[in-house]
């Protein structure tokens, strides 16, 4: 013991109290020590600031005894060594002192043996404070644990290798119930599916089971389980082994995460898309039939409708003309809706994707917007634009939409139109930039619903399909598209295609 030894002395002899302290010392230890006479000084020692190390006492006192030093001792509920130092005592007292807590006894004519005795004692009270604060720490780690293994989110037990359940969370209660062993017999009373094959487990092929026999290490395998409340559940299943020092399966962590809810959110999900999927079966078979039902009968009154304007042009009244022309205007206008419709109907995301060189998918734009390229003289400026994965056609659309409005919406000048490509993480940034008559910023993201317009007709034609399709277009292939823009100072149309 290399540090400095704390000794309460109990002596009322002086001179007995010196000869202790002088054999004390000649030991070699480093000691410090204090004598009191009676109780009450005896328990202020104790709350004072000094942390002792061992008491040393002797059995009668005026006032005082061992005795009673020891019920302080025991009422402070104190692990010190308690050593009886006598002249006086005989051995039914020692064995006395003995049951009522002292650590051992010396009679002051033979104080060699008073050295030994108190470092043994001291040692073994180290010992013993030691394994109180490891006790200590092992149930606030225990405590800790348990803690932690009944607040995750999923059914956690433990069992030996015997198949007795030693640590269950509420979680695997409320599947598994208040089931005590793991064995067959036991998991006989439970009803399970493997999931993947809806064939029924037989009691002896739980997982659980297999794991404790063969030490196999399983893990996310997919069951079906009436659990011990009677509801059904789909339940991830893992058991992991745990060997002991003779290389043999001592334990096995059981692991179920109930994923009822998810299986029946992907049910839910799964129908969702069928039903999704008849509706774009729907869809198309109504484009089909607007393709060819509806516009077929529509051709015809367009064409007689213009047969009658040059037939009988300024042969009936002025009226009668301006009705044949409202006619013909609006044959030609439901046309186009019709026309637009059936592409809007027809870009779908279902299609696969091929590779699109973007050049010659701005020229096949342009050479369908040829017309209106000469009659508007407009200035087209063009950057080197990449390959990426599309639909070419649909890209196609997508250029002429938005070249057609930069064209359209021009004003008094001669439209001046920049396309322009550069990469960014993860996908290419497109732009479309014009100088035209430009848009408000309170209308940045009406103008991609469908049939919405900003502008009268007469003033500027159009269905209010083109924007939308740009936007199914772009988003079909996992894209955005927005327009930067202020009135009279043009518009910037961007759009992203991934990478």
């Not at 009522?100 to 009679?107: I, L, S």
């Not at 399966?249 to 129908?271: G, Y």
Request: glycine content about 6%; proline content about 3%; aromatic content about 6%.
């Amino acid at each position: 013991m290399e540090r400095q030894i704390r000794i309460l002395l109990i002596e009322d002899n002086e001179d007995d109290a010196e000869l202790l302290r002088l054999k004390l010392k000649k030991s070699g230890l480093d000691i410090y020590t204090e004598t009191v006479m009676d109780g009450e000084a005896m328990n202020a020692a104790l709350d004072s600031a000094t942390s002792w190390d061992a008491i040393i006492s002797d059995f009668q006192l005026p006032s005082f005894n061992a005795l009673a030093a020891l019920e302080i001792v025991k009422r402070r509920n104190l692990d010190l060594p308690f050593i009886i130092v006598s002249g006086t005592i005989g051995e039914e007292t020692a064995v006395a002192a003995m049951k009522a807590g002292a650590h051992d006894y010396v009679m002051k004519g033979n104080l060699t043996r008073l050295i030994p005795a108190l470092d043994r004692e001291i040692r073994e009270s180290e010992i013993r404070r030691r394994r109180r604060e490891s006790e200590l720490m092992l149930h606030q780690q225990e405590v800790l644990f348990r803690s932690v293994v009944e607040i995750i989110p999923v059914s956690l037990g433990v069992i030996n290798k015997d198949g007795e359940v030693i640590l269950a969370n509420q979680a695997f209660k409320k599947i598994w119930g208040d089931l005590k062993r793991m064995q067959p017999a036991e998991l006989s009373s439970y009803t399970g599916w493997w999931t993947d094959t809806g064939e029924q487990i037989q009691p002896d092929e739980w997982l659980v089971l297999k794991t404790l026999r063969d030490g196999e290490v399983i893990m996310d395998k997919l069951i079906d389980i009436i659990s011990a409340d009677g509801t059904r559940r789909t339940v991830m299943n893992s058991a992991i082994p745990i060997f002991g020092e003779d290389k043999k399966v001592s334990s096995v962590i059981i692991v179920n995460q109930d994923i009822t809810k998810l299986m029946q959110d992907e049910e839910r999900l799964r129908k969702t898309l069928t039903e999704l999927e008849r509706s774009n079966r729907e869809l198309e078979q109504f484009a089909y039939v607007a393709s060819h039902d509806l516009q077929e009968p529509l051709r015809m009154v367009a064409s007689f409708t213009q047969l009658l304007s040059k037939k009988y042009h300024n042969k009936l009244d002025s009226n009668a003309d301006e009705y044949i022309n409202f006619a013909v205007e609006g044959a030609k206008r439901m046309q186009d809706i019709i026309h637009d419709l059936l592409e809007f109907s027809r870009a779908s995301s279902d299609n696969k994707l091929e590779t699109v060189n973007c050049n010659a998918a701005l020229d096949k734009a342009l050479k369908e917007l040829e017309p209106e390229v000469k009659e508007s003289c407009a200035i087209i400026r063009k950057e080197d634009l990449p390959v990426i994965k599309a639909k070419e056609r649909q890209i196609v659309q997508l250029f002429e939409n938005l070249l057609s409005n930069a064209m359209k919406f021009r004003g008094k000048k001669t439209p001046e139109i920049d396309i322009a490509c550069s990469p960014e993480q993860g996908e290419w940034r497109f732009m479309v930039k014009d100088n035209g008559i430009g848009i408000d910023h309170q209308f940045s993201q009406r103008i991609f619903s469908i049939f919405q317009r900003l502008h009268d007709r007469s003033e500027y034609p159009g269905t209010g399909i083109g924007l939308a399709l740009s936007k199914k277009i772009v988003e079909n292939f996992g894209g955005r598209i927005w327009v930067e823009s202020k009135p009279g100072e043009g518009a910037a149309f961007y759009f992203t295609i991934p990478k």
